[in-house]
């Protein structure tokens, strides 16, 4: 076990806050900078380091796939959601003013539930792009040292 | 001339010596060293112009960037070293880096 | 105590941006991977230590220097850590340090590489 | 001093640039897209655009550049010889296209103008109304997630379909691994 020490035990550290600092651009995006998009990267990488130093297949048993291919599906059904709340109350798509007693509360309900939902679905799909991509072998080559 | 600006200046001086190595290799060590210092200076750079601006609070994008440089850096040697990012470690050295 | 504060600030920054300087030459001139891998090392330790310290006088205690503190410490631990993993690579890649008398250097815990790894790092 | 910086910065650009034209490793190549997307969003910094210098920073340097490394690894990491026979012809052709594309700029309203047209169709109204109809202090996130939500959710949709489009190429080994082929018998369900 020597030798590998020190890439483990700095990113088992590092992971977690990695993870935090992502929620916080997701839910500070209001008030600074960020937002969704970001915040869904940032949260992506932290799992992209952990599948680099612990290898793809711990991930896989963190994350199933089949986890990431909810998830994926729930964030854009969360926007659309969101979009079609606003229809059956009476206004029209993605009007987020009727989602609450005052309009700028509705808007706030509203940005922070698409904001969610933009996070989750570039979060899976981050995940699941990297996952796919590094899970494979080379084709062509043997396989390096069995 | 304030403060900021020299540190300014500094940053981008060594910015543009970092930036030569990164190009001129010659092993693919260098270029990651190379990258691996700029993305650092970058950091720099965006805290001091922060303070240059005298809008100090935009300090999470450093954190952003020191962040994506720490896993490119890893990434980028891991892949050389494995010409791969699929091999688990948890049996023998394999994947250790 | 501003004057302090002021001073302190201009001596850190200054030295910071030399040691950023120093760290960059050292970088484009050093002859070997490892002595480029000791100069840039200086960038990630005492240049941005240095000038963040500089800035930290100059923020005062506000959410701005939670913040400074926060990438300073990420810095802190990610890259000796980075270094250390590139080092590594650069080692198992078959590299050794130029030494004065020409002996090799002696790597302790340094697993053998097998031949066919060894073929494959030569590639890249 | 902003411009000073923002000249470098846009040198810096045009160097590793025609560094990245010039190599032929696409190890490396990766490599230097990666500083030129560290190089952009140091850039949209400068120029106030935090958010984009965010996704930029996050998307374009960290995420990209890790799954161009996936993909290296997957293909070759060296670039086939171009045949040196249509070098001249082609040469001329991107000097016309380069020509054509500059004298398109020549329109454009410069760096900062503040009469610009951008600056009078509906940025006005954004910034003016957005504190009283949306009420949050970053207009950027209101200008996305509602005054133009329906562009954002076409983004999100698109990158529902990358995921998919990935899944649907790559999602299922065309062979079992053969590390673990007997554990692979059992569950017919592979990777991703």
């Keep these: 076990m020597h030798g590998k020490i020190i890439l483990r035990v700095v990113s088992k550290f590092l992971i977690p806050y990695i993870l935090l600092f992502a929620l916080y651009v997701q839910w500070h995006g209001d008030f600074g900078p960020g937002g969704g998009f970001q915040a869904g990267v940032i949260f992506a990488a932290g799992f992209v380091l952990y599948a680099l130093i612990f290898g ?91 | 001339m304030s403060m900021f600006a020299v540190a300014t200046v500094a940053v981008l001086v060594s910015m543009y010596m970092a930036l030569i190595r990164a190009i001129r290799g010659p092993t693919v060590f260098d270029r990651i060293l190379a990258i691996n210092a700029f993305g650092t200076l970058t950091v720099i750079l965006i805290a001091v112009h922060g303070f240059l601006a005298g809008r100090p609070e935009f300090l999470d994008l450093s954190l952003v960037y020191a962040l994506i440089n720490f896993i490119g850096t890893i990434a980028v040697t891991k892949f050389v070293k494995y010409r791969g990012m699929s091999d688990p470690d948890d049996e023998g050295l394999r994947g250790d880096l | 105590m501003e004057m302090v504060l002021f001073v302190l600030s201009w001596v850190s920054i200054i030295a910071g941006g030399v040691f950023c300087i120093i760290g960059a ?70 590299m050794q340090p130029e030494t004065i008398d020409g ?12 031949p066919d790894e060894a073929d494959e790092a030569e590639e890249v | 001093m902003e411009d000073v910086i923002i000249i470098s910065l846009l040198l810096f650009m ?131 997630a509602s005054y133009r939500g329906y562009d954002t959710l076409g983004e999100t949709f698109v990158i529902f379909t990358a995921a998919c489009g990935v899944l649907a190429i790559l999602g299922r080994s065309r062979r079992p691994r053969r590390r673990d082929e007997a554990e692979t018998d059992n569950k017919p369900e592979v990777d991703a």
């Excluded at chain 3, 990438?71 to 802190?76: I, Q, T």
């Excluded at chain 3, 002996?103 to 097998?114: C, G, H, I, N, Y």
């Design chain 1, 56 to 146: 793809v297949d711990t991930v896989r048993t963190v994350v199933p796939p089949a986890a990431t291919r909810i998830c994926l599906v729930v964030g854009v059904l969360l926007y659309s959601g969101v979009g079609v709340a606003g229809m059956l109350l009476g206004a029209n798509f993605l009007d987020y003013n009727v989602l609450a007693s005052t309009p700028t509360g509705g808007q706030h309900i509203g940005i922070l539930l698409v904001e969610a939902g933009v996070g989750i679905t570039v979060a899976s799909a981050m995940i699941t792009i990297f996952c796919t991509f590094a899970g494979r072998r080379r084709d062509d080559g043997e396989d390096p040292v069995a």
């Design chain 3, 25 to 94: 030459f050292g970088m484009l001139k050093m002859p070997d991977v490892f002595t480029r891998l000791h100069a840039a090392s200086l960038i990630d330790t005492l240049g941005i230590g240095l000038i963040f310290l500089g800035l930290a006088f100059q923020a005062g205690f506000t959410l701005v220097l939670a913040k400074l503190a926060m990438v300073l410490v990420f810095v802190f631990f990610t890259s000796p850590t980075g270094t250390h993993a590139l080092c590594r690579a650069i080692l198992s890649d078959g």
């Design chain 3, 103 to 114: 002996s090799r250097a002696v790597l302790v815990d340094e697993p053998e590489t097998s």
């Design chain 4, 14 to 144: 045009a160097i590793a640039a025609i560094s990245i034209a010039r190599m032929h490793n696409l190890f490396a190549v990766v490599m230097m897209t990666g500083l030129f997307s560290l190089l952009g969003a140091a850039a949209y910094v400068v120029m106030d655009a935090v958010d984009v210098a965010f996704t930029e920073a996050a998307v374009g340097a960290g995420v990209s550049t890790v799954l161009m490394l996936g993909t290296l690894a997957l293909t070759t990491s060296e670039e086939k010889p171009a045949s040196p026979k249509h070098a001249r012809s082609a040469f001329v052709l991107v000097v016309i296209t380069g020509a054509i594309l500059v004298y398109g700029t020549l329109d454009m309203p410069s760096y900062g103008d503040p009469n610009a047209p951008m600056h009078h169709h509906v940025a006005n109204r954004y910034l003016e109304a957005s504190e009283k109809e949306i009420g949050l202090p970053n207009v950027v996130t209101s200008v996305l």
